[in-house]
Nanobody, 125 residues
């Protein structure tokens, strides 16, 4: 069983930056591919970014965030990060991290078995 806890959300202005963290309670964290998703009110959960398990360390981003967001991981801290720069009001959403073991990049929510509770990000105009 993997437990995930996100943190770092908050209220920012358009153009600001924010860094989200997701800490996992699992001893084999390095073996998990990690993803970030977001869900705005009334909308489906959408893929933001993913990083594969260590040894591969590939990253992948939604087109809408390429060049502004960066996903990274620190296996010593069992933590994955999402650095978000130049935030836009339409990116207001609950941001979730997800985990799945020993897989390549996954961009569909149903391909992840483990999820955190989410952290709210609000971007004001």
């Amino acid at each position: 069983q993997v437990q995930l806890e996100e943190s770092g959300g908050g209220l920012v202005q358009a153009g600001d930056s924010l860094r989200l963290s997701c800490t996992a309670s699992v001893r084999t964290f390095s073996m998990y591919t990690m993803g970030w998703f977001r869900q705005a009110p009334g909308k489906e959960r959408e893929f933001v970014a993913a990083i594969t398990w260590s040894g591969v360390d590939s990253t992948y981003y939604a087109d809408s965030v390429k060049g502004r967001f960066t996903i990274s991981r620190d296996n010593a801290k069992n933590t994955v990060y999402l650095q978000m720069n130049r935030l836009k009001p339409e990116e207001t959403a609950v941001y979730y991290c997800a985990a799945e073991a020993y897989v390549s990049i996954r961009v569909r929510a149903r391909e992840y078995n483990y999820w955190g509770q989410g952290t709210q990000v609000t971007v004001s105009p």
